[in-house]
């Protein structure tokens, strides 16, 4: 059964961390694309990150600076890394694993950044 299971999500203040991760199962995550999605409400969902099996990786503008994806493929896990979090970084972040015609999704992890 495939599944990718996202947890790190919380409350946290600005300027605050947070490290998501996202294990993925049922699949060889070695050859996927991994990335982090948001959706905060009234939103449509936006690409935040992602990372290529050969470790390339892209950013939006609004995170780079901020953010750090990576992988672990032998821990079959993926990382979202989160510094300097802003208000505006509040929302559901998802986990996505994609190959060709092959595309998963997780069940999302809420992030809230407030004082």
């Known amino acids: 059964q495939v599944q990718l299971v996202e947890s790190g999500g919380g409350l946290v203040q600005p300027g605050g961390s947070l490290r998501l991760s996202c294990a993925a199962s049922?699949?060889?995550?070695?050859?996927?694309?991994l990335s982090w999605y948001r959706q905060a409400p009234g939103k449509e969902r936006e690409l935040v990150a992602r990372i290529t099996s050969g470790f390339i990786t892209t950013y939006s503008d609004s995170v780079q600076g901020r953010f750090t994806i990576s992988r672990d493929n032998a821990k079959k896990t993926g990382y979202l890394q989160m510094n300097s979090l802003k208000p505006e970084d509040t929302a559901v972040y998802y986990c996505?694993?994609?190959?060709?015609?092959?595309?998963?999704w997780g069940q999302g992890t809420q992030v809230t950044v407030s004082s």
């Open positions: 996505n694993a994609a190959r060709l015609s092959a595309d998963y």
């Open positions: 049922g699949f060889t995550v070695t050859f996927y694309t």
